[in-house]
């Protein structure tokens, strides 16, 4: 069977390419995901922020009441 594979037509060679393609575009799509994950945490944390320097903001304007 090994013997098929290594052969003039190049068999190892395209199955080497194949997996090459498959490899990248799993790492790529892999990447891509990471970085739109940590887009997504980075947007929450910015409203987050906002939204607790509103609140402090409000409070400082309105006073504490007793």
Known sequence: ???LLKNE???IF???IALLFLITAFLTMY???YETQYNTYNALE???VR???NVLGQI???GVEP
């Open 9 to 11: 037509k190049g068999a």
């Open 14 to 16: 395209s199955l080497a």
């Open 60 to 62: 400082m304007t309105d």
């Open 31 to 33: 990447c891509i995901s």
């Open 1 to 3: 069977m090994f013997r």
């Open 51 to 53: 939204a607790t320097i």
């Open 46 to 48: 910015s409203v987050n």
